[in-house]
């Protein structure tokens, strides 16, 4: 009960920071930002040496990729510091004003973007996610509270201390940053009922941290459950430009959300393009599962269950499928796909058009690979995340996606007359 | 049984409806919008006897305030067949292209805004929150599932069926348009797990129906609980206009969720402008409850308690408090409002500023009535609700806040190079 008294007292002073955080000159904002990365920097080695037992108690009980991920190294550690150099080098968004109208009883009626409030992070794994979310919820003015994975808590304990030590130096509000380094789970479904102190639950993780979040909090949670991204090759792409995106989408980095799980291709042009394209991806070791159509123009290929349409491999395993045109690529993608990303190659406007317009993912794209679904492609400088969800935020959420609006209204007197 | 495993059909038509809708021809929707509008009057006398036949039901057992917000006439009809002609008129949000930016390597990333997909309201009272919903979710090329208050199910069958007998023949997909008329309350909280089907909840009526629906839903849930408005009269105020302010703010229609509750004044004009303002009050038969401070300077009184800071009267109670200054009306709303609508009286840029920056509700006011607060008054032709979260959309929810947005990339071949 003392642990939960402190996570109370906790609660009530991100509160009252996310208050005057609404209300803070900009420049300290960004002042706190560039000395967080510089901190970052000189606390090199306090933070790998903190990593370092991480690592230790990981070894064994870890993949070797999830050791890779929890790793840190100098380039890792300087990578960490230029996105806050980025992120404070991007306009602030608290306080723009947008949308204005003028009524005609004289009422100018716009809104003014303002930070969400209290935000709690539910993460895992990757030690950068720490110092991206609280270079994200400061520029845009929101109170933190972090709670990272069990196998990387003396790494995210070193560099919240050297960020936290920056944001009070430059006169940041206390109850701003705030991590629970606890290990207790129970503390994360306390958290997730606090609606009172906390708006916004973002879970980043696999399924079951997502599941479990969802299923227990009182709180709005936006997430991603899966990337099940599509690229859907048209009868008039150009078939050279069609086969480095397939080969980018899919080998570039397998194990990420955004890299693609099911090859499309318009019938007419398959016999042409199936057999170079299968032959490129045996060359990078990726395991075929194709439908009938394509197992008769490829030998060899494994068949596709029905299962496989829906499967997120993150693996070098693609599904292929030879479809009739653009309308059964989109009627595919609305069954199979996860709303996250999906590409068309094609040289037809009217083609891309209604690919644009039908597929509803938060990431539709035309002639490029999937694989730039990302905050720091997009411009955003670094990503709390990707929302799968449909309201609020969609896709790469920034610092803009970390805001919420107020409506402002400027009158000389105006009364309501009637209704 | 067997009702579930209609539900079950309606569930899945709405969906395929709502990718359908996303790509319709607005001229289509906005043809069913103004044939709605003419059946709604053509129908006049079905809806009127069909409403009668709720109304009998409701005597004795609904207040008299409820069974004036019941009935219907024929000038209340022609003002719901005029909302769907304001709405038809509106701007068409869906295919809006927003915020693009070149990137470096090429890649042009922007916005396109979308439906949201299928939305379920549940709501209380009102008949012609059934012609509003319908109205403005069409518009927005979104499927919606009504499902209204026991009291008013034969007037709620009545105008749907006017309007969806439009809605057919003027070719909008079948499945877009749906009523649970069934009693069973069951199937309430069965919708609100079928997060598969349906995208987002809105509930519309008193706190014990918003709260049924929060507790149970698996999607998510837009709301407003309730309205603790406040005024602030600054020191600079002008006190004419700020007693006409307060007026309306409190009396011109004290049971709705924009009117005022708590009127809090500057100190240092308290003396001259308390006294008066209460006596007009008293004129309007307002009961006052007050600080210690408002009690010393208005004889009989009767004193606010803690929990009149809280309370939502919705009637004609009003809690007066003197305070210090700007500051300290902020303090007061952030910690006894509920961030609806505040409003401050003022002729001073400073303390104006200060409170739009500061206080954290969905509408803020400079000189005009919190009344205001309301879609059609915003210019959005109807509401389908006022958001007092503040995710997704807050204040009056309109056709633009019934959409959410997706990310469009152009690319020319592009593939990432790293990371």
Request: charge should be positive; charged fraction near 25%.
């Amino acid at each position: 009960m003392a642990g939960r008294k402190k996570i109370d007292a906790m609660l009530v002073s991100a509160r009252s920071a996310a208050r005057a955080m609404a209300c803070i000159d900009k420049r300290l904002k960004n002042a706190a930002l560039e000395l967080m990365a510089r901190n970052l920097l000189s606390s090199r080695k306090k933070i790998m040496s903190a990593n370092g037992k991480d690592i230790k108690r990981a070894e064994g009980r870890l993949s070797r990729a999830m050791i890779d991920r929890l790793s840190l190294n100098t380039s890792r550690i300087e990578g960490m510091a230029q996105s806050l150099h980025e992120i404070a080098r991007l306009n602030d968004p608290v306080g723009e004003m947008l949308d204005f109208v003028k009524r005609p009883n004289g009422l100018v009626i716009g809104k003014m973007r303002v930070p969400i409030g209290v935000i709690f992070i539910v993460y895992e794994a990757r030690p950068n996610v720490t110092s991206d979310c609280i270079g994200l919820c400061l520029k845009s003015g929101n109170s933190v509270i972090l709670r990272g994975g069990s196998e990387a808590l003396e790494s995210n304990k070193a560099i919240f201390e050297a960020m936290d030590d920056a944001a009070r130096s430059r006169g940041i509000p206390r109850g701003t940053l705030n991590m629970v380094a606890d290990k207790d789970r129970s503390i994360v479904d306390y958290l997730l009922k606090q609606n009172r102190f906390i708006d916004l639950v973002i879970p980043r993780g696999g399924e079951s941290l997502i599941n479990a979040v969802t299923r227990v909090s009182r709180i709005p949670v936006i997430k991603h459950y899966k990337g099940v991204c599509h690229t859907y090759v048209d009868a008039s792409a150009d078939l050279g430009m069609a086969e480095r995106i397939c080969l980018n989408a899919k080998v570039q980095r397998p194990g990420v959300c955004n890299a693609m799980e099911t090859l499309l291709v318009h019938r007419s042009i398959a016999g042409r393009f199936l057999p170079k394209m299968i032959a490129v991806y045996k060359k990078y070791g990726v395991e075929i599962r194709g439908c009938p159509v394509t197992r008769k123009i490829v030998a060899g290929v494994k068949p596709a269950s029905e299962l496989d349409w829906y499967t997120e491999y993150l693996d070098l395993i693609l599904s292929v499928r030879v479809v009739s045109g653009t309308s059964e690529a989109i009627e595919h993608i609305a069954t199979y796909g996860s709303q996250h990303s999906d590409a068309i190659v094609t040289e037809d406007e009217r083609s891309a058009a209604a690919f644009l317009r039908c597929v509803d993912s938060a990431c539709v794209y035309v002639n490029a690979s999937t694989r730039f679904t990302d905050g720091n492609q997009f411009g955003k400088g670094a990503e709390i995340g990707i929302s799968t969800d449909k309201l609020h935020a969609r896709g790469p959420m920034g610092v803009e996606e970390l805001t919420t609006y107020k409506y402002i209204i400027l009158g000389n007197g105006q009364i309501r007359k009637q209704g």
